[in-house]
């Protein structure tokens, strides 16, 4: 069993920046392709952004592209998401998810286990 703990979400004015953290309990975190997906107030969860197991690729949703950097450290067990220009309608719980599978893909059915999330609020 893995499990993800993430933080650094908050309140941020809109065009602002935060930084979200996944820390994993797993010895093997660095088999695992890491994704972040959000999940708007009476919307449904979707894919943002997910990283390879060696960190040398990346996948991102295209509203987010250019904004948006998923990156990892294999040797702290953890995943980031830095975030700028931050716009209102991205207000959203943000989880972070592995995927045991080895590939790349943004199909949540791939990533069997996830955090619990945290809470980004943009302003505007």
């Known amino acids: 069993q893995v499990q993800l703990v993430e933080s650094g979400g908050g309140l941020v004015q809109a065009g602002g920046s935060l930084r979200l953290s996944c820390v994993a309990s797993?010895?093997?975190?660095?088999?695992?392709?890491m994704a972040w997906f959000r999940q708007a107030p009476g919307k449904e969860r979707e894919f943002v952004a997910a990283?390879?197991?060696?960190?040398?690729?990346?996948y991102y949703t295209d509203s987010v592209k250019g904004r948006f950097t998923i990156s990892r450290d294999n040797s702290q067990n953890t995943v980031y998401l830095q975030m700028n220009s931050l716009k209102p309608e991205e207000t959203a719980v943000y989880y972070c998810?592995?995927?045991?599978?080895?590939?790349?893909?943004?199909?949540?059915?791939?990533?069997?286990?996830w955090g619990q999330g945290t809470q980004v609020t943009v302003s505007s």
């Open positions: 998810a592995a995927n045991p599978y080895g590939d790349l893909r943004d199909s949540q059915i791939r990533y069997l286990y």
């Open positions: 797993t010895r093997t975190f660095s088999t695992y392709t």
């Open positions: 990283i390879f197991w060696s960190g040398g690729t990346t």
